[in-house]
């Protein structure tokens, strides 16, 4: 997955509400993190980052 943002996943700990106004979020990445073998997070050229998660079948 990738997006525009050049902040880096957020951890458990700074996880908060979503909301339409631009709020906190980040329990996509407790919960990818969690069910994956390997995370790695690549900064774009473009600008922005990649988020990549191995999974087992």
Do not use: E, I, Y
């Not at 979503?18 to 329990?27: D, H, P, Y």
């Amino acid at each position: 997955m990738h997006d525009n943002s050049p902040k880096a996943p957020r951890s458990p700990a700074h996880a908060g509400p979503r909301s339409k106004k631009g709020g906190a979020g980040g329990f996509g990445w407790p919960v990818g993190h969690h069910l994956a073998r390997a995370t790695a997070v690549t900064r774009r050229l473009t600008g922005g980052k990649t988020v990549s998660a191995l999974l087992d079948r």
